[in-house]
């Protein structure tokens, strides 16, 4: 090409995958700070990354209090912020993900000290963002940080509308009767703990459409069929320009299947070359091996009642309504989630959240995502599914004026 003349124009395809390349190296998906050493076992300071994505702001420029913090699964990370962004964007929350120990930035801990190190760094990146409240939500693995955040810190819960919200639950194979979590059990400790090593080799090596068994708990895995990311000679079609405003007109706001596929798929690559060790760690916590490090409470049907208990002794608040103000705990079952068996986990786990139990200080609600699986229930377009639900729902929460 002679100097004086103009380079080719990418191709459409290209086109597209820088745009979206541009804007996953957007800064909001790549924050950090430092939590000081802590007085017990950690006695460093520890560089902390994570995504503070969505609706950020107000049109008058004022932060917006609608904020999510979001408890990703095992891979998942800052990049479920990224993964979700548009959608919260859309529906008018602001969304919180943190890389947990041994994920992108964040140094690897004691596998006994991950949930402790949890709830460390929440008070204090919340405190560094000066965010007084949040909503909780989570995916998989996540629940076990979500309820332990639920535990130990409920104020960062909204006073008066405290609102959690778990999807596709994780829930211990021993009370699933699920095949396919009955024989990851059945791995080595040792297999288990190389298993972020298993993962890169297969998405380099092998294939990626294997991913769903291997990278089962992140919510980024890439789907077979339908759902395959785009080849290199792909025709992607075209995104819409980025847009940080509110739209009640959530068509407009979605950024298509094409595009979301896209998105997916670029962004498994990038958690692939980073740091996920921590992986490992989260796989090992999710099956108690070698010891249960869920917390004192071990299993869901010994949480709910210490969860009870702990709304009975904190002073009574009441809503715009008059009524008191219980914790409302949401939980999304996937219909085809063959880690959790939706006749006999998702059951279990509902029991665990009887009426009796929960003592009439916590309101529950159940619901199944037809259709989706249990990475894909986090999955889908603006204006629909669970997430949607979700998001929409937080959104007019903080929205509601306080009781006079």
């Not at 896209?262 to 090992?284: F, P, T």
Request: charged content about 20%; overall charge neutral.
């Amino acid at each position: 090409m002679a100097l004086n003349e103009a380079p080719a124009p990418l191709s459409h395809e290209d086109a597209q995958q820088t745009e979206m390349i541009q804007h996953l190296a957007d800064a909001k998906f790549h924050q950090s700070f430092t939590l000081p050493r802590s007085t017990g076992r950690r006695k460093q300071a520890i560089r902390v990354t994570y995504c503070d994505a969505g609706h950020q702001q107000n049109s008058d420029g004022t932060p917006n209090d609608a904020v999510v913090l979001f408890c990703g699964g095992m891979f998942a990370g800052r990049w479920v912020g990224a993964l979700l962004d548009k959608a919260a964007l859309a529906l008018g929350v602001r969304i919180i993900s943190v890389d947990r120990p041994g994920m992108g930035a964040t140094p690897m801990v004691d596998i006994k000290d991950r949930v402790q190190t949890w709830l460390e760094i929440v008070p204090v990146l919340l405190d560094h963002l000066r965010i007084k409240h949040v909503a909780l939500v989570s995916h998989s693995a996540g629940t076990i940080y979500l309820l332990n955040t639920v535990l130990y810190l409920r104020d960062i819960l909204h006073p008066t509308r405290p609102y959690v919200a778990m999807l596709g639950p994780w829930i211990h194979h021993s009370d699933t009767s699920s095949m396919l979590s009955s024989l990851t059990a059945l791995a080595p400790t040792a297999a288990i703990g190389n298993f972020h090593h298993l993962t890169k080799f297969a998405m380099k090596n092998i294939s990626p459409t294997l991913m769903p068994m291997l990278a089962f708990s992140s919510g980024l895995t890439v789907k077979i069929g339908s759902s395959l990311p785009f080849s290199r000679s792909a025709v992607v079609p075209d995104l819409p320009a980025s847009d940080n405003s509110v739209s009640g007109n959530v068509a407009l706001q979605d950024e298509g299947d094409a595009a979301r596929k896209l998105r997916s798929s670029m962004i498994l690559d990038y958690v692939m070359a980073e740091n996920i060790a921590g992986a490992s760690q989260e796989a090992l916590l999710c099956l108690k091996r070698p010891k249960n490090h869920w917390g004192v409470w071990e299993n869901h049907d010994k949480l709910v009642p210490l969860l009870a208990q702990n709304e009975k002794d904190r002073p009574r608040s009441r809503n715009a309504g008059g009524k008191q103000s219980n914790l409302h705990v949401e939980v999304f079952h996937a219909e085809n989630d063959r880690l959790t068996n939706k006749e006999a986990g998702a059951k279990w786990f509902d029991e665990c959240w009887n009426a009796d139990v929960r003592g009439g200080v916590i309101d529950y609600q159940s619901h199944t995502v037809l259709g989706k699986d249990h990475d894909g229930i986090i999955e889908g377009r603006v204006g629909e599914g669970a997430i949607n639900d979700i998001f929409t729902k937080i959104a007019k929460l903080f929205a509601l004026e306080e009781p006079s």
